[in-house]
């Protein structure tokens, strides 16, 4: 007896379903697992975990601080880039800040919990405690000498053009210095809380400053990564750090700098990407040869 043509059609889905269920759903992730167990490829899958001493203490695929209760840097140890995964390096909240190079006014709230710092003083801030750290100087362009945004609201008497009238020092609340003290003949104020100089009408003129060209700490020293989980430094972040480690552990840097060199990986085949200094597996590699005094 042949079947009505919607009974048919329905069995024929629910076939359908069910073999792309078995192929899709058991044997395609099974195959995957099989494959992921080969010699060669079981690390990795297994999450490239990293051990000392009998005890688990990181992947090679994912970053981690090395920082004190505090959250200040162990002086002892290289330092990783910043993370804006969750509170740092969170692997289930992998994600970058979000903000772009147009972010440089910082928000000055009453309350704290409603300011926030423009990416600009982000880098600025970063810079500044990683050349304090490492016994460099941290000036970078349109940051100021206390590490925020070098950035000025601009009011003019005919809105975009005229005489000047009012400088507000955005990013800079008392009790700072303004990083100027005057902009074209007009005294430089500093910021109040919970206002919106821009929205004021203010036009936003970032400062160069007279830093360097060509700062001393490297890019990947202020900035996250899109993931937030990157494992690696640059290797010029990495020599950045050789003497303050050196020092701090009573080696030679010459010795030290043999062991950066050891944990740096090249380009991927060869062309792909830039070398990367993996700090896990190079900070493992400083307790086991040279013991923190």
Same mark, same amino acid.
């Given at each position: 007896?042949?079947?009505?043509?919607?009974?048919?059609?329905?069995?024929?889905?629910?076939?359908?379903?069910?073999?792309?269920?078995?192929?899709?759903?058991?044997?395609?992730?099974?195959?995957?697992?099989?494959?992921?167990?080969?010699?060669?490829?079981?690390?990795?899958?297994?999450?490239?975990?990293?051990?000392?001493?009998?005890?688990?203490?990181?992947?090679?695929?994912?970053?981690?601080?090395?920082?004190?209760?505090? %959250?200040?840097?162990?002086?002892?140890?290289?330092? +990783?880039?910043?993370?804006?995964? %969750?509170?740092?390096?969170?692997?289930?909240?992998?994600?970058?800040?979000?903000?772009?190079?147009?972010?440089?006014?910082?928000?000055?709230?009453?309350?704290?919990?409603?300011?926030?710092?423009?990416?600009?003083?982000?880098?600025?801030?970063?810079?500044? +405690?990683?050349?304090?750290?490492?016994?460099?100087?941290?000036?970078?362009?349109?940051?100021?000498?206390?590490?925020?945004?070098?950035?000025?609201?601009?009011?003019?008497?005919?809105?975009?053009?005229?005489?000047?009238?009012?400088?507000?020092?955005?990013?800079?609340?008392?009790?700072?210095?303004?990083?100027?003290?005057?902009?074209?003949?007009?005294?430089?104020?500093?910021?109040?809380?919970?206002?919106?100089?821009?929205?004021?009408?203010?036009?936003?003129?970032?400062?160069?400053?007279?830093?360097?060209?060509?700062?001393?700490?490297?890019?990947?020293?202020?900035?996250? +990564?899109?993931? %937030?989980?990157?494992?690696?430094?640059?290797?010029?972040?990495?020599?950045?750090?050789?003497?303050?480690?050196?020092?701090?552990?009573?080696?030679?840097?010459?010795?030290?700098?043999?062991?950066?060199?050891?944990?740096?990986?090249?380009?991927?085949?060869?062309?792909?990407?830039?070398?990367?200094?993996?700090?896990?597996?190079?900070?493992?590699?400083?307790?086991?040869?040279?013991?923190?005094?």
């Amino acid at each position: 007896m042949r079947l009505p043509t919607w009974l048919a059609q329905h069995l024929a889905a629910l076939r359908a379903v069910l073999v792309f269920t078995v192929l899709l759903g058991l044997v395609y992730p099974l195959a995957l697992v099989a494959v992921g167990q080969l010699p060669g490829l079981n690390h990795k899958t297994d999450g490239s975990l990293i051990t000392s001493g009998g005890t688990t203490v990181g992947s090679s695929l994912i970053g981690q601080s090395f920082t004190d209760a505090d %959250g200040n840097p162990v002086p002892r140890y290289f330092q +990783s880039r910043p993370s804006a995964a %969750g509170d740092g390096y969170d692997p289930r909240a992998t994600s970058a800040s979000n903000l772009g190079p147009e972010s440089v006014v910082d928000t000055i709230a009453t309350d704290p919990e409603e300011s926030s710092e423009s990416l600009l003083t982000q880098v600025c801030g970063r810079s500044k +405690s990683v050349g304090e750290l490492n016994g460099v100087d941290g000036r970078r362009p349109y940051c100021t000498d206390d590490g925020v945004g070098a950035v000025l609201a601009v009011f003019r008497a005919d809105g975009l053009t005229g005489p000047v009238t009012r400088v507000v020092s955005v990013n800079q609340a008392a009790p700072a210095t303004p990083f100027v003290t005057s902009y074209q003949g007009v005294a430089v104020e500093l910021a109040q809380p919970d206002q919106d100089y821009v929205a004021a009408g203010g036009v936003v003129t970032p400062i160069r400053g007279d830093a360097p060209a060509d700062p001393a700490v490297p890019a990947d020293a202020v900035t996250a +990564s899109a993931s %937030g989980l990157d494992p690696q430094i640059s290797p010029a972040y990495a020599e950045l750090q050789v003497n303050r480690v050196a020092r701090e552990r009573g080696a030679d840097p010459a010795a030290v700098r043999k062991l950066v060199k050891e944990h740096t990986d090249g380009r991927g085949l060869g062309f792909l990407g830039e070398p990367g200094v993996n700090v896990l597996e190079l900070n493992l590699a400083l307790d086991k040869q040279f013991a923190a005094r």
